[in-house]
């Protein structure tokens, strides 16, 4: 149980247009969704929390209005890269903290890498 | 949450018990010890997770200091696809704004033949 998808796995894109990624909890609901980006060699860094209904909270130096975040369902999250950049380019993980979970664990995507050309 | 401190990596030989430390001098009283793992390329995944209390699991073992301020991970008998980047974490499980998990750089444990 406790698995968490990611769609698509990578994606190549072009500078300028917006590609969206999307993050589903398969056998479990999930109020809390949360998004990370993973720059190479590096830690993952998390970028916003998405709340099923709600708008999400962004973390300092993370343009909301760039990276476009929805959760309609408790079971799927959207993020939109808008107008991608190279720069924008890099590994992008969901999770999932299950609705009423004991000690507030969250599963992991298997992450999407985005290489914007 | 409390900050931690790890070596940037560290070898085992395969089939040896791979034992990776974590100081977390700062922690508080309601703080719980938190272990992902993440393999190339791939999203982290639970490991284990304690209190004060030694824990067991099909996947490792978590031993915390009496007095709470380092931890050790051990994988007992390490294989090949054990090699990934381990990251302890400690925060508070409970109460809001609990639910967010900060990566630190890891240890990076890589599994020799």
């Known amino acids: 149980g406790a698995v968490v998808s990611q769609h698509p796995s990578w994606v190549i894109c072009k500078s300028g247009t917006s590609v969206k990624i999307e993050c589903r909890s398969l056998d479990f609901q999930a109020t809390t969704m949360f998004w990370y980006r993973q720059f190479p060699k590096q830690s993952l860094m998390l970028m916003a929390t998405s709340n099923e209904g709600s708008k999400a909270t962004y973390e300092q130096g993370v343009e909301k209005d760039k990276f476009l975040i929805n959760h309609a369902s408790l079971t799927l999250s959207t993020l939109t890269v808008t107008s991608a950049h190279p720069e924008d380019s890099s590994f992008y993980i969901c999770s999932a903290r299950p609705s009423g979970g004991l000690h507030n664990e969250q599963f992991f995507g298997p992450g999407t890498r985005l290489t914007v050309l | 949450d409390a900050k931690t401190t790890q070596p940037p990596s560290m070898d085992c030989a395969e089939g040896r018990a791979a034992n990776l430390p974590c100081n977390h001098s700062t922690i508080s009283g309601n703080e719980y010890v938190y272990w992902y793992r993440q393999i190339h390329s791939q999203g982290p995944q639970y490991i284990i997770h304690?209190?004060?209390n030694n824990e067991t699991n099909e996947m490792a073992s978590l031993i915390i200091t009496e007095d709470r301020k380092s931890s050790t991970l051990i994988l007992p008998h390490a294989t090949l696809r054990d090699t990934a980047v381990y990251y302890c974490i400690v925060r508070s499980p409970f109460g809001a704004g609990s639910y967010q998990l900060t990566f630190g750089k890891g240890t990076k444990l890589s599994v020799i033949p």
């Open positions: 304690g209190l004060k």
